[in-house]
């Protein structure tokens, strides 16, 4: 069900699920909130489990500790981000991005993965609309 969540509150539920991995593969853990995008009205559940998903995988491709940073901020502040609806402009979707030291993907599989995004277009999107 949505309603309005602290994305804070989200990826903290997420932590407690893989902090014992976390704390086994030697990995820090950082985080980077802009106050005023954190809050977002979504499924709690389906957030969780995108983030749990994004996660779990970085946390598999470290196999010698390592670094995971969560960052969360309005759509289209980001470097390198556009603001590709009228909403974007008035800051009306947040951005989670998770960035890992991890091994990456091989680049023989980059333009395979590149293809799906194409094919899938805008039918999936990491971006949700905060609240205002």
């Given at each position: 069900?949505?309603?309005i969540h602290h994305v804070r509150d989200i990826v903290h539920e997420v932590l407690t699920l893989?902090?014992?991995k976390?704390?086994?593969k030697q990995i820090s853990?950082?985080?980077k909130y802009d106050d005023d995008s954190s809050f977002v009205f979504a499924d709690f559940h389906q957030i969780q489990q995108v983030?749990?998903?994004?996660i779990l995988n970085a946390i598999d491709a470290m196999k010698d500790g390592g670094q995971l940073i969560l960052t969360v901020a309005p759509a289209g502040s980001g470097e390198g981000l556009k603001a590709d609806t009228k909403q974007n402009e008035n800051n009306r979707f947040v951005n989670i991005s998770l960035a890992d030291t991890g091994a990456g993907i091989q680049s023989?599989?980059?333009?395979a993965i590149r293809s799906e995004e194409r094919r899938v277009g805008?039918?999936?999107r990491s971006?949700?609309?905060?609240?205002?």
């Open positions: 069900m949505r309603k893989v902090d014992k976390i704390v086994e853990w950082q985080e983030l749990l998903n994004l023989k599989n980059l333009e805008k039918e999936c971006r949700w609309s905060p609240y205002h």
